[in-house]
Every structure is written in C-alpha cells, then in structure tokens.
C-alpha cells in the first residue's frame, strides 16, 4: 500500500529482547486493544466525500 | 494508485499517529481531517514514485504542531484533558488497561507516536525516522525511552513528583473501599 511501512530491514526492526520480554508483550497487547478499534472504524462519509471531491475536480 | 487512492488507503494508520499524538478520539478525527485537507491542497508538491506513507504521516504531525502552537499562546497542554484513547468502555474494563491509557498520556507526545508507530503500525525505525522527519537514531531513542518509562511506571516506580499517578491511585482506593461497604463513591469525583 504504502512505501514506508515496507522499507524495513532487520537491523531497523526493534531489537527481539524489547517484544519478546513478559513486559513487551503485555505492552503490544495493551497498545493494540487500545489502538485497534480505531483503526478499523469505518471512515467517515464526509472525509471520504471531501478526497472524492477533490478527485473530480 | 492513484494520489487519492492513496489518501484513502491511508486514513486507518493517519488515525492511529493522530489518536497517538491527541490523546483524544474526536480531536483525532478533526486532526485526521485537517491532514488529509493540507494533503489535496499540497498534492502537487507530492513526487510520484517517494514515499507516500512518510510524507503524508509528517504533514499530519506538522498539522498537530501547528495547532499546539495556536493552543499554547492561550492554553496550557497540562490542562487539555488526558487520556480517551478507547471510547468503549468495555474494551477498557481492566484496571491494567486503564493504567496503561494513564500511563500513555503522560508519555511526551513523540515518544507516544514513535510507540505507536511502531508496535501498532510495525513500523521500522528508518520508516519511522522518515515519517517523524528525525534521524534514526532519534527514533530508536524515542522509542526506548517510552518503552522503559512505561515499564517503569507500570511495575510500581513511581517518581515523588509524579502527582497525578498518586491522586488516582488514592482515588481508586476510595472507590474501592466504597464499593467494599456497599456505599457510592460518586461524590469522590466531585471533589
């Protein structure tokens, strides 16, 4: 989708003892119940109607 | 894809990175709309073939500066209030979680979004190094430090200045003790 996210290489992903630790992963559970709602809500009709406008501009 | 196709398929992450830096899902959301604005109105500044993903997540950080600025000339960020990061309020029932939400708030705005970002987003860090307009390093070191103070934080270190975590945490356990004796605690929230 977008190039950013792809460009990883293993020495710019976080270190395996920082996810994998007890806290790490309590954090990235935590993180993703408080995040992943967002995320997955579906964009508003005005937002989506203000980018297709421009579109047809 | 098209520019705007592109815009799209970017909203879900522009709303986690907005949600990261407000703290607050309605401020989010106008966050998200005054990025995606910014956006279509610099579109011909966008060289086709670069990173997408990183120029669109710097316009909407720069958009969260410029308007903490505006903010600041007649309010102070401490008193803007802290953490709404889930709404639903069963998807946040654990005191855990509640904690954590807490605890986030109180992390400085960069280092919450380089967390975000990252674990959320899985993000690397020169993806996020670009996306921040900062250098790697930086963005190793943002997200370290919010690792460990978190971790500090939530495992019981609690700085003496640290005001805010102690009040809740005396709050709580009036609550508690409250709801123990079958009494309200409603009024603990009025004072």
């Known amino acids: ?57 | 894809m098209t520019f705007h196709d592109q815009v799209i398929a970017i909203l879900p992450k522009l709303r986690v990175q907005a949600l990261s830096l407000t703290r607050n899902r309605a401020a989010a959301e106008d966050l998200v709309q005054d990025a995606v604005c910014n956006a279509l109105a610099a579109q011909n500044s966008f060289i086709p073939g670069t990173n997408f993903s990183a120029w669109m997540h710097r316009i909407l950080r720069n958009r969260f500066i410029s308007d903490l600025r505006k903010r600041r000339e007649t309010t102070d960020i401490d008193d803007v209030p802290a953490a709404n990061f889930a709404s639903p309020a069963t998807h946040e029932d654990s005191l855990a979680l509640k904690d954590l939400s807490l605890a986030l708030s109180r992390l400085p705005a960069d280092q919450r979004e380089a967390l975000v970002m990252v674990v959320i987003q899985g993000m690397s860090y020169e993806a996020l190094a670009e996306a921040t307009d900062c250098a790697v390093g930086t963005a190793k070191s943002r997200v370290f430090r919010a690792r460990r103070q978190l971790e500090a934080w939530m495992t019981g270190e609690m700085p003496s200045n640290d005001k805010l975590r102690v009040k809740v945490k005396a709050l709580r356990e009036a609550i508690d003790a409250r709801h123990r004796d079958g009494k309200s605690a409603d009024d603990l929230f009025l004072s």
Request: no cysteine; net charge negative.
């Open chain 1, 1 to 57: 989708m977008t190039g950013g996210d792809k460009s990883q290489s293993s020495s710019g992903k976080p270190k395996v003892e920082e996810n994998d630790s007890p806290f790490g992963i309590w954090l990235s559970r935590g993180l993703h119940q408080l995040f992943d709602d967002v995320a997955n809500e579906p964009i508003p009709d005005e937002l989506l109607k203000l980018i297709e406008e421009d579109r047809n501009k």
